[in-house]
């Protein structure tokens, strides 16, 4: 509304390198050796709230190769959680960017539990929890379908 920005940073700097909240949740990262990475800020700040310091933001739906680095570097176990409206196609090719690299996982809501666009660090703690210890691991066969659908919309286009 009246074309004020949702955030205001004092200093302008772009989202592609930098992953929010790890400055303040790199030690809690590393003695988990886990790190959950979410698409937006306020996902972080919930999760820091409850106590729960090993959490990220990419602050997009896309992660930038920068980012990527950065995550390989932390060198522990790497969760992607996306909000609810992020297609499960999209989710694996994030993971497939870790593929062979680190162990990758993702949450994916595949009990209904999350609302349109909702996160999973909205819902209470019990079903965060929940939903993380359910995360599935993208290992071979997950690439293979991951390939297997990215292949198929390829040749819809041709």
């Keep these: 509304m009246l074309d004020i920005p949702k955030y205001f940073p004092l200093k302008k700097f772009p989202k592609s390198i930098h992953l929010y909240g790890l400055q303040e949740n790199y030690k809690t990262i590393q003695e988990k050796n886990r790190v959950v990475v979410f698409e937006s800020e306020k996902s972080t700040l919930k999760r820091h709230s409850r106590k729960d310091g090993t959490c990220v ?20 176990e790497i969760i992607i959680c996306m909000d609810k409206d992020v297609s499960l196609q999209h989710i694996r090719s994030m993971c497939s960017k870790f593929y062979g ?58």
């Design 57 to 76: 933001s990419i602050g997009s739906h896309d992660i930038s190769d920068e980012q990527i680095k950065i995550l390989i570097s932390l060198n522990t």
């Design 101 to 158: 690299i680190r162990t990758i996982s993702y949450v994916f809501d595949k009990y209904g539990l999350l609302e349109e666009k909702e996160s999973p660090a909205d819902k209470p703690d019990k079903i965060y929890r929940y939903m993380l210890k359910y995360k599935t691991l993208f290992d071979e066969s997950e690439h293979k379908k991951y390939l297997k659908e990215r292949d198929k919309r390829i040749e819809k286009r041709v």
